[in-house]
C-alpha cells in the first residue's frame, strides 16, 4: 500500500486536471476526502466523476471558485468547513504559463501570471489558515525549477515562480509554532494540458533550454509528492535527474551556465539570422 500522510480532508486548487488532480487520484483510494477547486465547471465535475468512479464510495466533492478573488475564496473555504469538515491540508496546484520573449510580453501577461500563480496561492493559505483555527495542518504549495533556477522565455512564469518559493519559506517559519506544516514542492516539467498546449506554441530557446531536465509522468511528480510530504520533508523537487540538475546549478553555477548558453546560442533569435 502506497504511504500517504494521515489527512483526513484535503483541498486541491487546480484540480481539475494536470498535477492537482493526479495528487487526488492517488489519495482517493486511500481514504482521504478530497475537494477539487477549479474555475472551470464542467472539466471540474469530469474530475470528480472520474474519480468516483476509479474508487466507488470515494468522498469527492467540487468547489467552483477562482482563487485570484481573496473575498470569495475566504467565503468559499469557510463554507466548505462548516459543510464538509474541517479542513487540514491544502495543495496548492492551480497555476497558468505565459512564455516567450521579455520584449514581446506584456505587463498585463505579468499581471495574469502573478494573479494565479502567487495571489491564488496566498488567497488560498490565508483562506485555509482561517478554518484550520489552532488545528494543525498542512500547506503544499507547488512552484516550480523555474522558481529555482533561471529559464529561457520565463521571465513572467519565472517571476512568479520564485516569489512562491519566497513565500512559501518565510511561512513556513510563521507556521511551524502553531502546528502547521508547510511544504514547498519544485518539479520540473511533466506531462499535464498546460505543458502540452505550450509545446504548440512555445520558443525554440525556450525548448532547447528545457530539453537539459528531461521530463517526467504526471504521475511520478505526484507519487514523489505524497511521499514526500509522508517522510516529513518541507521540500520536494521529483524525479533524481531533476534534483542532480538543481544541485548541479547551486554548487556548480558557472559550467551549468555555461551548458545551457550553449544549447541557446544554437537556435537564439535564429528567425532574425536569417532575416534578410
Known amino acids: 500500500m502506497k504511504r500517504v500522510p494521515p489527512w483526513h480532508h484535503c483541498v486541491i486548487t487546480g484540480g481539475s486536471s494536470g498535477l492537482g488532480l493526479e495528487i487526488a487520484r492517488q489519495l482517493v483510494p486511500q481514504g482521504v476526502a478530497v475537494t477539487l477547486v477549479a474555475r472551470n465547471e464542467p472539466r471540474l465535475a469530469g474530475a470528480a466523476a472520474g474519480l468516483r468512479h476509479q474508487t466507488p464510495g470515494a468522498n469527492v466533492?467540487?468547489?467552483?471558485?477562482?482563487?485570484?478573488?481573496?473575498?470569495?475564496?475566504?467565503?468559499?473555504?469557510?463554507?466548505?468547513?462548516?459543510?464538509?469538515?474541517?479542513?487540514?491540508?491544502?495543495?496548492?496546484?492551480?497555476g497558468i504559463l505565459v512564455e516567450g520573449h521579455a520584449e514581446q510580453l506584456t505587463i498585463e501577461d505579468y499581471r495574469a501570471v502573478m494573479d494565479v500563480n502567487l495571489f491564488g496561492t496566498v488567497n488560498a493559505c490565508t483562506a485555509a489558515l482561517a478554518t484550520f483555527g489552532d488545528s494543525p495542518g498542512t500547506i503544499v504549495n507547488v512552484s516550480s525549477v523555474a522558481g529555482l533556477i533561471g529559464v529561457f522565455g520565463y521571465t513572467a512564469y519565472g517571476s512568479s515562480k520564485h516569489a512562491i518559493v519566497g513565500y512559501t519559506r518565510s511561512l513556513a517559519y510563521e507556521l511551524e509554532p502553531r502546528g502547521v506544516r508547510v511544504v514547498l514542492v519544485c518539479p520540473g516539467e511533466f506531462d499535464s494540458p498546460m505543458v502540452d498546449a505550450l509545446d504548440t506554441r512555445r520558443t525554440p530557446e525556450n525548448r532547447e533550454h528545457t530539453l537539459t531536465i528531461p521530463k517526467l509522468s504526471v504521475e511520478q511528480v505526484a507519487a514523489e509528492t505524497i511521499s514526500g510530504i509522508a517522510a516529513g520533508r518541507r521540500m520536494i523537487i521529483p524525479g533524481r535527474r531533476t534534483r542532480a540538475a538543481?544541485?548541479?546549478?547551486?554548487?556548480?553555477?558557472?559550467?551549468?551556465?555555461?551548458?545551457?548558453?550553449?544549447?541557446?546560442?544554437?537556435?537564439?533569435?535564429?528567425?532574425?539570422?536569417s532575416a534578410p
Open 61 to 94: 466533492r467540487t468547489l467552483v471558485l477562482d482563487v485570484v478573488d481573496a473575498a470569495a475564496t475566504r467565503t468559499a473555504f469557510e463554507k466548505l468547513a462548516a459543510k464538509a469538515g474541517a479542513i487540514d491540508t491544502l495543495i496548492n496546484s492551480a
Open 246 to 273: 538543481v544541485l548541479a546549478n547551486r554548487l556548480l553555477p558557472r559550467l551549468s551556465d555555461a551548458v545551457a548558453r550553449r544549447r541557446i546560442a544554437r537556435v537564439y533569435m535564429g528567425s532574425e539570422r
